[in-house]
């Protein structure tokens, strides 16, 4: 079927083309608001600036397909594979997109606010700059999981995004908003968050071995149970963060500023917290072994029973410190 008879055909209120043949059809700038094209042949078709409102693309091959631009809102992308697709800019608010092949796909700029992710993959996609806020990636009971492995996640926006237990390793988070966001069980190992913000976000039990994290804002957020082994932290913020029970040995803290953390019985062995500020942080029952806090802040700090076996504190400031005896440090 050619562009003009299905048009034709969507003038005279027909809108079921499902299972339809439009391998390279050129539609851009076109309204079909509602069309029904589900299992439909779209390889390599011409959408771009298109109205697809509410369209339904169950299972409807997009590979290749352009769709910069386009108006998807509320559209109904399961199980479609949209691979390589061209998506820069398209309006994705809403949209049903479980269960979806987005591998590869180019979503520059593309507005997924609200849209279902859940056991989407992205892997590999291209969504530097989208806004991706309160999107869903994974549901509570753990059915559905979102692959964004090796995803370029640049300032993206995902301010109160659910991703529990998503794959984000070594995924490009640079400036992202993550504000308010939920991470709890996810795979960041190796991932670049640089500069990125995480205020108020949950991280309990999410793995960020490796990660790279300089400069970003972990102000008030979630981080029990979470391992951090060998991140690089340089300069990070930290304030009222919980870190209970976290690993953190060999972490790069240099500068970071943890006043006010909840880091009881958190690992720190290791750690190079040189220069850091921790004043008013509470380190009780803290593994801090080996770790160095050379010129760092400790003001009002808690240590007790923290274990401080050959940690180096030459030059920190200690003043108001409770030490692991329970006694305030004296000089």
Not at 34 to 62: E, V
Not at 167 to 185: F, H, I, M, W
Not at 198 to 226: H, I, P, S, W, Y
Request: some cysteine; hydrophobic content about 45%; aromatic content about 4%.
């Amino acid at each position: 079927m050619n562009a003009d008879e299905l048009l034709r055909q969507y003038a005279t209120d027909k809108t079921n083309f499902s299972g339809a043949n439009l391998v390279g059809i050129n539609l851009t700038g076109t309204d079909l608001i509602g069309i029904n094209l589900s299992h439909a042949d779209l390889c390599n078709a011409m959408l771009m600036f298109a109205y697809l409102n509410r369209a339904n693309l169950t299972k409807a091959s997009l590979i290749h397909a352009n769709l910069s631009g386009t108006n998807l809102s509320q559209a109904n992308l399961v199980g479609a594979n949209l691979r390589d697709a061209d998506l820069h800019g398209a309006i994705l608010q809403g949209a049903d997109l479980r269960s979806a092949n987005l591998t590869l796909a180019d979503l520059l700029d593309a507005n997924l606010s609200g849209a279902d992710l859940r056991n989407t993959d992205l892997a590999g996609a291209n969504l530097t700059g989208a806004c991706l806020r309160g999107a869903n990636f994974r549901e509570e009971n753990r059915r559905y999981t979102a692959n964004l492995r090796g995803a370029n996640l640049r300032k993206v926006d995902l301010r109160g995004a659910n991703l529990t237990g998503a794959d984000l390793a070594r995924v490009d988070l640079r400036g992202a908003d993550l504000s308010e966001a939920t991470l709890r069980g996810a795979d960041l190992s190796g991932a670049d968050l640089s500069g990125a913000n995480l205020k108020g976000a949950f991280l309990t039990e999410a793995t960020l071995v490796q990660a790279t994290l300089r400069q970003t804002d972990f102000t008030n957020a979630k981080l029990e149970r979470t391992n951090l082994l060998e991140a690089d932290m340089a300069s990070a913020i930290l304030k009222h963060a919980i870190l209970a029970d976290a690993k953190l040995g060999k972490v790069n803290l240099v500068r970071a500023n943890l006043s006010f953390a909840q880091l009881s019985r958190t690992d720190l062995s290791r750690a190079n917290l040189q220069d850091a500020d921790l004043h008013d942080a509470n380190l009780t029952d803290a593994y801090l072994a080996r770790a160095n806090f050379k010129d760092a802040n400790l003001t009002n700090a808690s240590l007790v029973r923290a274990e401080l076996s050959s940690a180096n504190l030459t030059g920190a400031v200690l003043q108001g410190v409770m030490m692991p005896d329970g006694t305030l440090w004296s000089e």
